[in-house]
């Protein structure tokens, strides 16, 4: 059975940082595709990121609205895949998932996400 | 950035038909694929996958849920309509990066 388990969210001040992480299981993790996308309150999903697997050289995509400031890597020999989010704004606030995929596949299997709140 | 336009809402009565359309600023087609994909999503929940590829049914999803369309215009149909169908249904393309969502339709019961 797939798994993905978000964690590392929390309060964090404007201007701040956060690395959260998604521990996955069920499946061979190296293979495949992973990415990361948020849903502030009350609004549709937002993709975040996208890390390719090591076959293809665990290059890296980014929206916009993010790049430059988070930064999405992966660990293939504990299954965990992470999100380093810098210079936190109150925009930011949402709830964070990680999802596994192929090329340009949908997004088959989600986490259950973690909550970032970007408070003073 | 791809655009997704969807209705804010739609109404249905219990085991009638429920039409969900999503139109795109631009052509999500590419070498004979369709790169349209929709989610339902319940309170307090991850969204979940019911079509990929436009017209793909997802593993476990019941034959009700249906898919088509091309190009821009492209619509999720339940039918029947049942009570669990309450939820926020997205469109979301992966033609072209950004990947983009619809803003989604919620479905409720008349």
């Known amino acids: 059975e797939v798994k993905l388990l978000e964690s590392g969210g929390g309060l964090v001040q404007p201007g701040g940082s956060l690395r959260l992480s998604c521990a996955a299981s069920?499946?061979?993790?190296?293979?495949?595709?992973m990415s990361w996308i948020r849903q502030s309150p009350g609004k549709a999903p937002e993709w975040l990121s996208f890390i390719r697997n090591k076959a293809n050289s665990y290059t890296t995509e980014y929206n916009p609205s993010v790049k430059g400031r988070f930064t999405i890597s992966r660990d293939d020999t504990q299954n965990v895949l992470y999100l380093q989010m810098n210079t936190l704004r109150a925009e930011d606030t949402a709830i964070y998932y990680c999802?596994?995929?192929?090329?340009?596949?949908?997004?088959?299997?989600w986490g259950q996400g973690t909550l970032v709140t970007v408070s003073s | 950035d791809i655009v997704l336009t969807q209705s804010p809402a739609l109404a249905v009565s219990l085991g009638q038909r429920a039409t969900i359309s999503c139109k795109t600023n631009?052509?999500?087609?590419?070498?004979?694929?369709?790169?349209m994909h929709w989610y339902q999503q319940k309170p307090g929940q991850q969204p979940k996958l019911l079509i990929y590829?436009?017209?793909n049914l997802a593993s476990g999803i019941p034959a009700r849920f249906s898919g088509r369309g091309s190009g821009t215009d492209f619509t999720l149909t339940i039918d029947p309509v049942e009570a669990d169908d309450t939820a926020t249904y997205y469109c979301?393309?992966?033609?072209?990066?950004?990947?983009?969502f619809g803003g989604g339709t919620k479905l409720e019961l008349k």
């Open positions: 631009q052509n999500v087609d590419y070498y004979g694929n369709s790169y």
């Open positions: 999802a596994k995929h192929e090329q340009a596949a949908p997004f088959a299997y």
């Open positions: 590829l436009a017209s």
């Open positions: 069920g499946f061979t993790f190296a293979d495949f595709y």
């Open positions: 979301q393309q992966s033609r072209n990066l950004p990947w983009t």
